[in-house]
């Protein structure tokens, strides 16, 4: 095989993170106090995030899925507002979403190349990898895949397709990111029948109008047929129910169709680069359990505002000793009456959560409110029990500040 390099190809010693935990959150009660956890949310450097889980997870992951950045050299904002015009994004709320500017190839090469090195030791032997990328650097990083796992190991290159307004003029427009899938060993999971679709209408109709269409092989039609390699979904676009105003957001559909097809109900499967959290997510909602990573605060935030919201099984918060973490006194008013905890109402407040029997260490949220994803104001009221000596709750606001008031019994 031809051999694929760049100045200062390597791959380094890495120092593990160490772990810190913050919370263990059970949604909306979901699990409180006893279930265990059915997933892990870090706030951290995926490279030592990932190092740090080697003693626990090398080799035992059966699907991992990475959305790193593409190698687009721009910078992407968050929306933040709520109840705005869509058809009017000048005048919309915008806040520091994710990177992707790099200084070289090479350098963005590097980052990829580190952190696929780690992913391909954390895979289990019968463990697929999906990795999504698009034009700008996907035949860059199959070389890349090819020397880790060997050319053998490719899967599928599958094409997901969308449609949406482009400003190329001189060109055919770019609707399609590419998805590379190797499998660490020839036992590898897919599930043929949990993705199963209907025939195309006109498919059914040619086979029942001719016993000689597909030249005598006769589909079972009522059971359907396994994708093709090319997909369409919807992109996550402004007016889409998923919303969450995370930029490049992709689609619970899509990482449906992923989970289903190379994982079984009860496995771990992992995304280090979790964006706005949608692996964890469906997940969650199909029975896996989850690893999930970020380096932003606004990613972690998202994805865990999503879980608060929509998942049925506890999962922890936890953060990298690297990780910037800062409670702030809550600089407003708390009141506990008959079993409803209430708060006044601030302006800039995203996210906020109960531990009703404050140790005074590890966070423990038995309810949670979060703004609703495209309109509506966030909740003021949340139930509680109170079961200890002391409440503690925690506020973040759309700035990335934390707040935290504790209430004696």
């Known amino acids: 095989m031809p051999v694929f390099t760049w100045p200062g190809k390597s791959l380094p010693a890495t120092t593990p993170a160490s772990l810190i935990p913050e ?17 892990r949310l870090i706030l951290g450097d995926n490279l030592a995030v990932m190092t740090a889980l080697l003693p626990e997870f090398e080799g035992r992951l059966p699907l991992i899925y990475a959305d790193p950045p593409f190698f687009t050299n721009r910078k992407f904002a968050a929306r933040v507002g709520r109840n705005e015009d869509s058809r009017r994004p000048a005048e919309w709320a915008l806040s520091d979403g994710y990177a992707d500017d790099w200084s070289s190839l090479d350098a963005y090469l590097q980052f990829l190349y580190e ?28 070389l890349i895949l090819d ?3 060997g050319p053998q190991a490719f899967l599928n290159e599958i094409i997901w397709a969308y449609h949406g307004p482009s400003p190329i003029r001189r060109a055919f427009k770019r609707k399609h990111d590419t998805i590379l899938v190797y499998v660490k060993g020839p036992k590898y999971t897919f599930n043929a029948d949990a993705v199963r679709e209907p025939y195309n209408p006109n498919t059914v109709k040619t086979f029942s109008s001719s016993p000689k269409a597909g030249f005598g092989k006769v589909p079972n039609l009522a059971r359907g047929k396994v994708p093709e390699d090319w997909w369409y979904f919807p992109v996550v676009a402004r007016l889409h129910h998923e919303r969450t105003g995370y930029p490049t957001q992709k689609p619970e559909a899509l990482l449906e169709r992923i989970l289903l097809a190379s994982s079984n109900p009860g496995d771990w499967v992992a995304d280090f680069f979790c964006g706005s959290g949608t692996l964890a997510v469906v997940a969650a909602r199909l029975g896996r359990r989850f690893l999930a990573c970020d380096v932003t605060w606004r990613a972690v935030h998202t994805t865990r505002s999503r ?11 936890e953060r990298a000793d690297s990780a910037g973490w800062q409670v702030l006194p809550a600089p407003f008013q708390v009141s506990v009456q008959e079993g409803i905890i209430s708060t006044e109402s601030v302006t800039d407040l995203d996210y906020w959560e109960v531990d009703q029997a404050w140790d005074g260490s590890l966070f423990r949220s038995v309810a949670q409110a979060a703004r609703p994803e495209r309109t509506g104001e966030l909740p003021r009221r949340l139930p509680v029990v109170h079961r200890g000596e002391k409440i503690c709750v925690r506020f973040v606001d759309l700035h990335g500040r934390q707040f935290q008031q504790v209430l004696e019994k």
């Open 307 to 317: 879980l608060a919201v929509k998942a049925a099984v506890p999962f922890t918060l």
């Open 115 to 142: 952190r696929l090195a780690l992913m391909v030791r954390l895979l289990a032997p019968n463990g697929t990898l999906y990795l999504h990328l698009d034009w700008h650097a996907d035949a860059y990083a199959r």
């Open 147 to 149: 020397e880790l796992l």
């Open 23 to 39: 919370a263990v959150i059970y949604p909306q009660g979901n699990g409180y106090p006893h279930q265990p956890a059915g997933g």
